[in-house]
């Protein structure tokens, strides 16, 4: 016990040792929530509270990950851990064992982004309905969007009034029909279906609640409607819940999610307890000082007074460049700078507001051999080569229809619409008399599953690719394209091959075909966040969205314009700027030392160059936290620093 409560300070400590009833911790950025969070874990299981009946919800993967190793080293790895992931993992370990109440089989396969639009692509031109009035990612989002509120297809279909949402509702439902002819879910259905399931059937609800007697949720105001409605449901009965979050790090109302969650805490849980952390272990004094002051502009929010016991640290550098190109040089330049000052690479970010800004950055970065990684932009399973090679693990644990249509003709073998049109009347078996390719593709598949119920993951990833002559197909493909980095396009996709085959690896203690499964389900539950590489020594370039729960020695914020942030979309909703200083605040307060913000008098935008004034955020820091420079390119001329 002493070993869990050691070196928390009084309110972590009162945080961590209130066993009972609703509790809301206000954490400040940099205050120690993961570590209050997994000492609360590790304190509960102290008290003699089963783990079995603790669920701990994070937003991130990555961020699971990280409270499992610690609560390993509190309690013991020899002890059982509780359930800790996020809401999507969570509901998809329930709808594995329930899902079956609802109509479905338990093995189905979940669709991911691409997948999805691949369905809505299909029915549009299927419903008749023009797709440049209705854009599939367009419609796409409304849908995650109806979703995210608990509306279906039904209710949605129902309330239709106007020409647009009927024309949506039979997309809704065409979609919705599709996947569940398929055998499956998107993203969203996770949530969805779970709440469903408790909804319609009480006992398992009842089930449910029995079991996770104990409820921690991290990140709290960054919650939708559903995932609200979904920790309300399980927590109604026992009312032992536990929320951390931050209403001024709440950025993602473009996902649904309702910062007022945090804010109506209290008139949910009426007997709420209420904790805030508010000193600060990450940050300089400055930069926590700025970041107050900037935050305070704010109208919603519950005021916080950040404090830290470090040192007050560099002033806050403005720095003014002519354009983005002399913005990307100057990066490049304090980077060289400060590594001479004992800095490493993967002591430094970029962060801008949107993902276009990235691309001077990149090629500064090429042309003065700055190792970096860009997080967000093509995911790594979202690359053709790697989507190809899961589509066919997918088809061979599943026999997914979007799966099969991807890979039928990869590499070709001839198999047209029409032909492709049979398979799927008939299926896969009863079309092999249709064609020779058809039998002869049945056959590698059938002999593909037999194989999978005995080899590794790995193993069997290296068998799919020696089957098909992956190989061979990307050389005949794009053996005579070569990238900006002099290599050839062929090779670079089979390196990303090559990394799929370590990935697989990690699977291989599973036993088959468990280990297939496993590695399906995490990678349909692969975000942003997982991306990130702390142990490789390069620079992160990310938007400020995807900055949140990370921290640097050394912070650059480009973009500091009227226009790009706070973005020009924000600029007529005073709580849409509000969300916009929020996410300016995340960005700043990453920082552990060094924080650079830049503005670029002028900025190239759609082809045009355009002139925005410095972000009103910048004029929000006071003038005494404040270093400022300049740093020009006259026109014909050399880059001058003043």
């Known amino acids: ?59 991130t993967n990555k961020a699971a990950n990280e409270m499992k190793q610690r609560i390993a080293k509190l309690i013991g790895e020899k002890i059982y851990a509780p359930l800790i992931g996020t809401f999507h993992s969570i509901c998809l370990k329930i709808l594995r064992k329930e899902i079956d109440k609802l109509g479905y089989k338990k093995s189905f396969v979940i669709y991911d982004e691409d997948d999805q639009l691949s369905v809505i692509k299909k029915i549009i031109p299927e419903l008749e309905i023009n797709k440049d009035q209705f854009p599939p990612k367009k419609a796409a989002a409304i849908i995650s969007g109806l979703k995210s509120e608990f509306i279906d297809y039904a209710t949605y279909a129902e309330n239709a009034r106007e020409y647009f949402e009927k024309t949506m509702s039979r997309i809704y439902s065409a979609y919705q029909n599709e996947l569940k002819k398929n055998n499956a879910l998107d993203f969203d259905d996770l949530i969805m279906l779970t709440i469903k399931l408790f909804e319609k059937f009480p006992e398992t609800l009842n089930k449910y609640q029995e079991k996770f007697q104990y409820i921690l949720v991290d990140e709290y105001q960054d919650t939708d409607p559903i995932q609200y409605r979904l920790i309300k449901l399980l927590a109604s009965k026992n009312r032992n819940i536990c929320v951390v979050g931050d209403d001024a790090q709440s950025i993602y109302s473009f996902r649904n999610a309702d910062f007022r969650n ?72 304090k980077i060289e700078e400060l590594k001479k000052q004992g800095f490493k690479l993967k002591d430094f970010t970029v962060f801008y507001r949107t993902n276009a800004q990235s691309r001077a950055i990149e090629e500064t970065f090429i ?231 830049i503005f670029a008098q002028r900025r190239s935008n759609w082809g045009q160059k355009e002139a925005n004034p410095p972000s009103r955020f910048l004029t929000e820091i006071p003038q005494e936290l404040i270093s400022f420079e300049e740093f020009y390119k006259k026109e014909g001329g050399d880059l001058i620093d003043f």
């Not at 928390?8 to 609703?22: D, F, S, Y």
């Not at 916080?304 to 490049?332: H, Q, R, V, Y």
């Not at 032909?419 to 039998?439: D, Q, S, V």
């Open 1 to 59: 016990m002493e070993e869990i409560l050691k070196n928390l300070n009084p309110r972590q400590k009162e945080a961590v040792t209130t066993i009972n009833g609703p509790l809301l911790i206000l954490a400040g950025p940099g205050s120690g929530k993961t570590r209050v969070l997994t000492h609360r874990l590790a304190y509960l299981i102290a008290n003699n509270i089963a783990p079995e009946n603790i669920l701990a919800v994070t937003f």
């Open 367 to 597: 042309r003065n051999n700055i190792p970096y990684k860009l997080i967000g932009a093509t995911k790594f399973y979202q690359r053709k080569e790697i989507k190809d090679l899961i589509s066919y693990l997918k088809f061979i644990a599943t026999e997914d229809l979007i799966s099969l249509e991807r890979i039928i003709n990869i590499p070709p073998r001839g198999i047209g619409e029409i032909t492709f049109e049979k398979i799927k009347r008939l299926g896969l078996k009863k079309a092999t008399k249709e064609k020779p390719e058809i039998n002869k593709f049945y056959t590698l598949i059938r002999d593909l599953k037999k194989k999978s119920e005995k080899l590794s993951l790995s193993q069997l990833l290296k068998l799919v690719l020696e089957e098909t002559d992956y190989r061979n197909y990307l050389k005949k493909t794009y053996g005579g394209n070569v990238l900006a980095n002099d290599i050839p396009e062929d090779e670079a996709r089979w390196q990303n091959i090559q990394e799929l085959v370590n990935v697989c690896s990690d699977y291989d203690k599973i036993e088959p075909p468990q280990g297939l499964y496993e590695f399906l389900e995490k990678t349909a539950l692969f975000s942003d966040a997982d991306e990130i590489n702390e142990q490789k020594d390069l620079v992160h370039l990310m938007t400020l969205h995807t900055a949140k729960g990370l921290e640097f020695s050394v912070v650059f914020i480009s973009g500091c314009e009227e226009g790009i942030l706070p973005h020009s979309r924000s600029l007529i909703n005073p709580l849409d700027v509000e969300e916009e200083r929020r996410l300016f605040y995340v960005g700043i307060t990453r920082s552990k030392s060094h924080l650079y913000c």
């Open 262 to 333: 945090i804010l109506n805490f209290e008139k949910d849980y009426p007997e709420a307890k209420v904790i805030t952390l508010d000193q600060n272990y990450r940050s300089t004094q400055n930069i926590l000082d700025a970041a107050s002051k900037i935050i305070s502009k704010n109208k919603y929010q519950k005021p916080k007074n950040l404090w830290t016991e470090n040192p007050a640290g560099p002033l806050i550098s403005i720095i003014s460049t002519w354009d983005e190109k002399t913005e990307a040089e100057l990066i490049a330049q």
